[in-house]
Nanobody, 124 residues
Framework: QVQLVESGGGLVQAGGSLRLSCAAS????????MGWFRQAPGKEREFVAG????????YYADSVKGRFTISRDNAKNTVALQMNSLKPEDTAVYLC?????????????????WGQGTQVTVSS
């Protein structure tokens, strides 16, 4: 069974940066595509960014493109989300997710396992 643990959330002012990290258990991490989602209060969970198993391919939601960068280190079983130029509307719980295939997906139902999430709050 794969477990995911996120870290790195916190409170930051608008325009600031945060780096989220997700540590995965399991010996086949390099075979799984990974993604980051977020859920703000009263809103549906939404896709933020995804990365293929190899790390070669990435994909972003339009709302974060150019500001966020997803990356992974398969040797360390980690995936990161670098968030720059943060806005108050980025405030949400950010969740790391993985799927038992190599290609990126943007829908929640296409992911097989999830972390508990980490809170990101951006003040204006």
């Amino acid at each position: 069974q794969v477990q995911l643990v996120e870290s790195g959330g916190g409170l930051v002012q608008a325009g600031g940066s945060l780096r989220l990290s997700c540590a995965a258990s399991g010996r086949t991490f390099s075979s799984y595509a990974m993604g980051w989602f977020r859920q703000a209060p009263g809103k549906e969970r939404e896709f933020v960014a995804g990365i293929s198993a190899s790390g070669v391919y990435t994909y972003y939601a339009d709302s974060v493109k150019g500001r966020f960068t997803i990356s992974r280190d398969n040797a360390k079983n980690t995936v990161a989300l670098q968030m720059n130029s943060l806005k108050p509307e980025d405030t949400a719980v950010y969740l790391c997710a993985g799927r038992f295939t190599r290609s990126i997906a943007t829908l929640q139902r296409d992911y097989d396992y999830w972390g508990q999430g980490t809170q990101v709050t951006v003040s204006s």
